[in-house]
């Protein structure tokens, strides 16, 4: 699933795409003609510089492996051993590669933009991002002095109450450190859209890297960073390691009020808790949510959902009894570490070696002209995007796409109607959520109009705090407002997908439909074991633990029977049993709880592309291609696309905070579960890859 910014972190697990689009779909309405593509003269993209895709290769299976006791090693080992992580990277694998390649194309067409002798509209905006955040001289010259106001505003507070009110002020700009304050869908009305007050202010990636024993280290490195950011914001050096201290048991005690990342993907309704703003100002003493309001210029609404409100109760209590000198020094760390990508070398620097090396075991900075892609994706990425898709979409692809979505639904469909364990009362629900999936592919219908951002080629951190400001703006005006159905949640240039469960629509960016994802030059083994996959896992997501909690119209209902749900609880306990025996690492387990959703949609994605494409080639002869059935190599489309390697570092974070289990978990533990599986390589009983003494789960 996938919900903006901290409540999409949740349920914008399903991550891989397809193609939507229509030939000669108009591209921009006559309002956005400010954000029209770049004008003639005609132009293509220079392949040569960019990065190949990953395609499957007979020639990268391992002999020396077995199918049957590790798919995942005997597709992936010999490729894995071969390519070394990059070192200015924490993983490597399909979507990496896939990454690079998108950001070659967005360099050609940033430069590009910057040629031009007066860009307007889109061009100018992603032209002014370039140039300035290029200009490395400029930027060092200018030093902390982009912070100075932001910073004498920090020094000047003098209470609680002038903290509230700063925090309020900052929230305004989209710069809040405290919590996350977003729009989405209604739980209850999923047509109206409301505000969600959620937790954050924590600086490592999930609440149990403050409790637990084994990740002290990573606290003491926390808390040394912390002191050097200090430090280069002027604190003097023995005042910064003393405010270090502090600002790391203010962000303890926030920890202690906090839901991890665990809880939060298991219950999806834990960031739903509405209230009128009057009765939240009763809850938080401290904070008014009603001046809150007033504060953003959206008027006061109705009600808006108070998220974890035990979170937001403790920082009412710290806003009375914790003394405003630690205040400003934790507003005062974040400011400026959250700045530092924007700043000089100095500051870069620093964020670079906890964030990056110490924390995920990045070896050296990503070149700057990959910074500023990102920061211009992180910033204005659909109008980046608006310009990727005129080089780099392919719209010879809409038809097989659509064929495979198309076969993909039925295939879908079909199973929900034979499965054993439902009631024909909950399969009767089931198809009607079914008959209202809506696919997106490629790119959106409408694009977003930028009209009012104002940007510069001059200060690189002035175009990014613009930018942020602009997009707040733009978020909250859709409070109380109808959803706007067309809007995606992902510019067209990600490498990625996602299935929003509030519109029950499943969202492919083009920037996926690359192999080992999708080819259109492949047999249909290969891409129904990989994209299809994929479209039957976001599909599926529909009906995992969480998405099956909001019903056809996307509103957030009970529409199963009491018996259903208890063996559906029944089957995914098996499933969570399933994930906890197996190893990212010596050492170091999956957790099949915090992984369910994911693994449920795996699971249903992979079993449902497989019956799509025996519908596909019904009646056609098995081609056999290097010596490998159709059976194999779908299977072999499917472990290719978890080709992936990561930092030992980076992969003790995903296993803390991740929903999804490592990928080459991911290539081998869904296949186990898939009956058609065993006979396609020959697997006898003994074998690793079947399940010993228990049944295979199976559950769409």
């Known amino acids: 699933m996938h919900f903006p910014e901290a409540l999409r972190s949740v349920v914008s697990m399903l991550v891989v795409a ?3 689009g229509q030939a000669g779909c108009k591209r921009s309405t006559d309002a956005q003609v400010a954000a029209a593509p770049l004008a ?13 895709p990953i395609g499957f290769s007979a020639t990268d299976l ?11 090693a005997y597709a992936n080992d010999k490729w894995l051993a071969a390519n070394p992580i990059p070192s200015d990277k924490t993983s490597w694998g399909p979507w990496d590669v896939l990454e690079l390649r998108s950001l070659g194309v967005q360099r050609q067409l940033a430069e590009r933009a910057a040629a031009q002798e007066a860009p307007t509209g889109i061009a100018k905006i992603v032209a002014d991002f370039w140039v300035s955040g290029m200009d490395e001289a400029r930027i060092n010259a200018q030093g902390l002095a982009p912070l100075k106001d932001r910073l004498a505003a920090i020094d000047a507070l003098k209470d609680g109450a002038a903290v509230a009110d700063h925090l309020r002020k900052v929230a305004a700009t989209g710069e809040n450190p405290l919590f996350v304050f977003i729009p989405e869908a209604d739980f209850k009305d999923s047509s109206m859209t409301l505000g969600y007050a959620i937790q954050g202010g924590l600086g490592l990636p999930d609440k149990t890297y403050y409790f637990d024993a084994d990740k002290k280290p990573i606290r003491l490195a926390y808390e040394n960073h912390i002191a050097r950011v200090l430090k280069l914001s002027g604190v003097p050096a023995d005042q910064a390691t003393v405010q270090a201290r502090t600002v790391l048991a203010f962000e303890t005690r926030l920890a202690r009020v906090s839901k991890s990342s665990e809880d939060l993907s298991r219950d999806i309704s834990l960031y739903y808790n509405p209230m009128t703003p009057a009765a939240a100002d009763g809850l938080t003493a401290n904070f008014s949510w009603t001046e809150f309001f007033q504060s953003q210029g959206i008027g006061v609404p109705a009600k808006f959902s108070l998220a974890i409100p035990a979170f937001h109760q403790e920082v009412s209590t710290m806003l009375q009894d914790v003394p405003v000198d630690q205040w400003k020094a934790y507003l005062r760390y974040h400011l400026v570490d959250d700045a530092s990508p924007y700043l000089s070398d100095t500051f870069v620097t620093e964020h670079f070696e906890f964030h990056d090396k110490a924390l995920e075991g990045q070896k050296e900075q990503k ?34 796409m659509e064929e495979l979505v198309a076969n993909l639904g039925h295939a879908l469909k079909v199973r929900i109607e034979n499965l054993h364990w439902m009631s024909d009362a909950t399969k009767l629900k089931a198809l009607e959520k079914w008959a209202t999936f809506t696919p997106k592919i490629g790119y959106p219908d409408k694009w977003r109009d930028w009209t009012g951002l104002a940007t510069q080629p001059t200060s690189y951190i002035d175009n990014f705090y613009s930018a942020r400001a602009f997009n707040h703006r733009w978020e909250l005006g859709k409070i109380g407002k109808p959803v706007d159905k067309t809007e995606w949640d992902m510019p067209p240039q990600m490498v990625n997908a996602y299935y929003n469960p509030f519109q029950n629509e499943i969202v492919f960016p083009a920037g996926i439909l690359q192999p080992p994802f999708f080819d259109p030059q492949a ?20 009906y995992d633990d969480q998405g099956s909690r909001f019903g056809p119209t996307g509103n957030f209902e009970l529409w199963w029977t009491a018996d259903d749900a208890a063996k559906f609880k029944e089957l995914s306990n098996q499933l969570i049993k399933q994930y906890d025996r197996y190893d990212a690492a010596p050492g170091l387990k999956v957790n099949g709880n915090l992984t369910l959703g994911e693994n449920i ?19 056609q002869p098995d081609p056999r291609v ?7 190599r779908f299977f072999l489309g499917w472990a290719t696309t978890f080709r992936t390697k990561y930092t030992p570092e980076l992969l003790k974070v995903l296993v803390a905070s ?5 990928d080459l978990v991911r290539a081998s533990a869904a296949p186990k579960n898939v009956p058609a599986f065993a006979p396609a390589f020959d697997c006898e009983v003994g074998d690793a890859m079947l399940h010993s003494g228990e049944q295979p789960v199976v559950i769409w």
């Not at 003639?40 to 190949?52: K, R, Y």
């Not at 910074?371 to 994706?377: A, D, E, P």
């Not at 991740?658 to 490592?662: G, L």
């Open 626 to 632: 290097d010596g490998l059935s159709r059976d194999q």
């Open 62 to 72: 391992d002999p020396a492996k077995n199918a049957c006791n590790d798919l995942s």
């Open 523 to 542: 047999d249909p083994a290969l891409n129904y074991g990989a994209i299809g996959a994929v479209i039957g896992h976001e599909m599926t997501h529909g």
């Open 601 to 619: 949609a795996d699971l249903g994605g992979l079993s449902v592309a497989y019956d799509a494409m025996q519908r596909a080639v019904a009646g």
């Open 367 to 400: 070149q700057r002209w990959k910074r500023v892609l990102g920061t211009i994706n992180q910033s204005t990425g659909e109008a980046m995007g608006q310009l990727y898709v005129d080089v780099a979409f392919p719209p010879s692809s809409k038809a097989r």
């Open 658 to 662: 991740d929903p999804h289990a490592p």
């Open 18 to 20: 397809v193609l939507l």
């Open 40 to 52: 003639a003269p005609a132009w293509s993209l220079d392949e040569s510089t960019l990065a190949a």
